[in-house]
């Protein structure tokens, strides 16, 4: 079955060459009991080591049942042993993080992997080499004897034509000794027994044949009985299943929990500094630094104002549709009310006591509030931590379309608005102050009819003269419906004579008013309910004022541009670029002069590099660590080469486990930035930038970090015999 013809060995240790078989011609029978003897260093183990495949040879050649090895590689090395040969080391190579039963366990799982009765067969073996009350105990709490009975029986459990043993009985007691030589002699009936012995005396009795070996030589190869040469019949291979790699991936981290875990720790730091980095990128991406825009007012982070390609009104299905968004919070049918500005006197004791600070109006964020909370009607605010009031204060708010340009000092009721302090809030303003109010207050008359006052452009034409620009325009709530007050200044100039008398009065006059939504101009008939002198008023140009429910009537269509108010610049800026083609979005936060934008994308590309920098140095560092970790099984995957396994199938178990441990790892950082985004609040919330795309890189990424790992440390294991990479591991 079993051939060598002029077989050497060398071995070679820095400048010396020591020649360990020399010219080892035998023949070996299965059937047969060969027993080896010889000195120590006579060659005996080297002789094993070849004719099971852990070891090459460099002259001569070996044949197994007529089929030439000198040309093997790797492959067909592992097939050898998978196939031909079990072996009992005299060091036992027994695998200390498994028990008893999982030593003996894994010889069946890779080379019987589809046996049915593989408990019962393990639990057998366990009692025929005495070991039957530690068959669970840890193979490093068990003594050399034991570790001896071990061994046996997993190449027993083999059951491979080829059985080797080296010195398997050097560490049993007299009698288990005994019985263990009696058992080999019974397999080798059907098998190839190659035993290596220092004791001749304890085998003689049941040796066929004696081989002995001095100095690398044979000098001795004698028949000593007579057996019966059996056929050998080659059986097809089974190769593992992925579930029993899987299996084989479990049982690993299982056994090696220190390992486990500190890879884990490593595959948590990964995925944190990757999250982390990724999520403050693109924060800073979406960061709003503008403190200008040429259409709006109010440009908090959260407005997103969306208009409809055709300027056409939105359907109510529209504004439901828009609604369901992912990120938004809010929908406020009237836009431009987030424009109107809220003059509050300051009571702080800072620079700006005794201002009306202007406010935009916002939803606002309830993480933002230090104390208080947030509105509940039309008639609560929030507002900034520093404005010197107490919560339950009631607060007079003037309302204005133009903050400051506006004379905050109102003459009629209808431009103020007396709301209660819930609460302060702490948001950088951003060279703005925002008030939080509820969404109640955003579709409320009073300010909807402010802002559609501050949309249109007013004329006015007296009797078929000249229309004249209106460049103030205030509401009135003493005014019906069809009445209206002029300036003095509107008089002269639409009559063309100083103020003199009021003969105006009750007379009628057109206005004649537009917005970019309105097809054409709307011409309205008034009554001229009054003329206003200079010092009756306190405006500082010609103004005109008109009813509030004139106003409300003139704006009872006004969804012809809508505020989503959004959960963050992120989604505003996503959701801005995914709006289905009929719709237009305009994110104000993110406006930009050409001067900013340079510096803009100077910013990100510097920010991003960094980013890339320092996933690059993580990567490195989390590698040589893990490379490390990975070391520490170097010799249980030799040992696993050693009793048959693939190497593809001990790479792809090597890969299970890194994948295992890190996809935990990547769901507890991924579970904590959810439950850090439920309100927590420990880390920034970096969750809601990541999309599917992103979940995928990072699991690219780990993935990559595991089959690099597992190349390195393949290719350091199996690019030598299994000896020369067990004697060095």
């Known amino acids: 079955m079993l051939t060598l013809e002029k077989v050497s060995k060398y071995y070679q240790s820095d400048d010396n060459v020591t020649q360990a078989l020399k010219n080892i011609s035998l023949t070996f029978k299965l059937g047969e009991f060969v027993a080896i003897t010889g000195e120590s260093g006579s060659g005996k183990t080297t002789l094993l080591n070849v004719v099971s495949g852990l070891d090459s040879y460099e002259d001569g050649s070996m044949r197994i049942a007529d089929d030439e090895t000198s040309a093997y590689d790797q492959s067909d090395w592992e097939e050898y042993r998978k196939r031909y040969v079990s072996f009992v080391f005299q060091n036992y190579n027994l695998i200390d993080a498994f028990t008893v039963y999982e030593n003996i366990e894994m010889a069946l799982i890779l080379n019987h992997p589809n046996r049915s009765d593989r408990k019962e067969k393990i639990l057998e073996l366990i009692n025929k080499v005495g070991l039957k009350d530690s068959a669970y105990q840890k193979a490093s709490k068990l003594s050399g004897g034991q570790k001896q009975r071990v061994a046996i029986a997993r190449a027993l459990a083999k059951d491979a034509p080829i059985l080797v043993a080296d010195e398997p009985t050097g560490n049993l007691d007299q009698a288990t000794a005994k019985s263990i030589v009696q058992l080999m002699r019974a397999l080798s009936h059907d098998k190839l027994v190659i035993f290596v012995t220092h004791e001749y005396d304890l085998v003689k009795d049941v040796a066929t044949r004696r081989v002995r070996l001095f100095d690398g030589e044979i000098v001795e190869d004698k028949t000593m009985q007579s057996f019966e040469e059996k056929p050998y019949e080659e059986t097809p291979l089974k190769t593992l299943r992925l579930s029993e790699k899987f299996k084989l991936a479990l049982k690993n981290l299982k056994s090696t929990p220190r390992k486990t875990l500190f890879t884990g720790l490593i595959s948590l730091f990964i995925v944190a500094v990757f999250a982390s980095s990724y999520g403050s990128y693109v924060q800073q991406s979406n960061v709003s630094n503008a403190t200008f825009h040429p259409l709006f007012e109010n440009l908090h982070e959260s407005r997103l104002v969306v208009t409809k390609q055709d300027a056409s009104l939105f359907t109510s299905s529209e ?241 012809y541009q809508v505020a989503l108010l959004m959960d963050g610049s992120f989604s505003a800026n996503q959701l801005r670029d995914d709006l289905d083609a009929q719709f237009i979005g305009i994110y104000p936060a993110s406006y930009e002069n050409p001067f900013d934008q340079i510096f803009g994308v100077i910013g990100n590309i510097f920010q991003g590099l960094t980013s890339v920098i320092l996933l690059f140095i993580m990567y490195f560092i989390s590698y040589l660590v893990l490379k490390n970790v990975i070391r520490s099984q170097e010799r249980s995957t030799l040992i696993l080469r050693s009793i048959g396994a693939y190497k593809k199938d001990l790479y792809q178990t090597l890969i299970m486990e890194l994948m295992v441990v890190m996809m935990m790892a990547f769901a507890l950082v991924i579970g904590f930035l959810w439950v850090n985004q439920m309100g927590l609040d420990w880390v920034p919330n970096y969750l809601q930038y990541f999309t599917w795309s992103n979940y995928l890189v990072m699991i690219v990424l780990l993935l990559l970090l595991a089959l690099f790992l597992g190349r390195r440390f393949q290719k350091k294991l199996f690019t030598r015999s299994v000896m020369s990479a067990l004697r060095s591991a």
């Open 319 to 559: 504004l439901n549709g828009l609604a369901n968004e992912p990120g938004v919070e809010a929908v406020i049918a009237f836009d431009p009310v987030m424009d109107i500005y809220g003059l509050i006197d300051n009571r702080s004791t800072g620079f700006n006591q005794g201002f009306n600070d202007a406010n935009q109006f916002i939803l606002g964020s309830e993480n933002r509030l230090s104390e208080g909370r947030m509105p509940l009607d039309d008639r609560e605010i929030v507002l900034y931590e520093d404005y010197g009031y107490q919560i339950g204060d009631v607060v007079t708010v003037n309302l204005s379309p133009l903050g400051y340009r506006y004379f905050e000092g109102g003459v009629e009721a209808a431009n103020t608005v007396d709301m209660v302090v819930v609460g302060f809030h702490n948001e950088s303003n951003n060279f703005q102050y925002f008030a939080y109010v509820d969404d109640s207050f955003l579709t409320s008359d009073i300010l909807v009819n402010y802002a559609y006052l501050s949309v249109i452009d007013w004329q006015i034409s007296y009797a078929d003269g000249p229309v004249e620009r209106v460049y103030e325009t205030r509401m009135n709530t003493n005014l019906e419906v069809d009445e209206i007050i002029l300036s003095a200044d509107y008089y002269a100039q639409l009559t063309g004579v100083p103020l003199e008398s009021e003969t105006m009065i009750g007379e009628s006059i057109t206005l004649v008013l537009n917005h970019p939504y309105l097809e054409d101009p709307e011409e309205i008939t008034v009554t001229i309910a009054d003329i206003q002198r200079e010092s009756e008023t306190d405006f500082f140009i010609p103004a005109l004022q008109v009813s509030d429910a004139l106003i409300k009537s003139l704006g009872q269509d006004t969804t």
